[in-house]
């Protein structure tokens, strides 16, 4: 894999190669995400679909009407999220080789955000959805 960006789950079984930049990140503090990932928060980005290869065996759970989120059948990592609405996939962020290559823009759904959770200062937060759309790929 030769991408700008690469990462994968935490047993190896699948692995992604990312080669282009992101159109955007974000923080999702719903308490879907929030279970889903057994964590504060979901930190993201999304790329052009077609952007994200990989390689291995995922299975998906359709979280709502607009959403596929894709997981490692071996270790449960969470992988993948599939918008229906739009060609671009998000990437969890703590799923890169290098989690701190992208920091997220902005965080929302901020009114389900665990009191303990710490939003950095200077980010632009939404208590719903973000009235952003992504930016062009």
């Not at 077609?50 to 009407?65: D, H, K, L, M, N």
């Not at 965080?107 to 980010?123: E, F, N």
Request: charge should be positive.
């Amino acid at each position: 894999m030769n991408g700008l960006m690469e990462g994968g789950c935490a047993c190896g079984a699948v692995r992604y190669s990312i080669t282009a930049p992101t159109v955007g990140s974000r923080a999702c503090h719903c308490r879907n995400c929030q279970k889903v990932m057994a964590a504060p928060y979901l930190a993201h980005a999304q790329f052009p679909k077609q952007a994200v290869i990989w390689t291995g065996e995922t299975t998906f759970w359709q979280s709502s009407p607009r959403l596929k989120r894709h997981f490692c059948p071996t270790c449960g990592t969470n992988l993948f999220l599939e918008p229906q609405d739009g060609p671009r996939i998000g990437v969890p962020l703590a799923t890169l080789d290098d989690p701190s290559a992208i920091t997220p823009e902005m965080h929302y759904w901020t009114r389900s955000r665990i009191p303990w959770a710490a939003i950095p200062d200077g980010v632009q937060t939404y208590p719903q959805g973000s009235p952003d759309p992504y930016r062009e790929a």
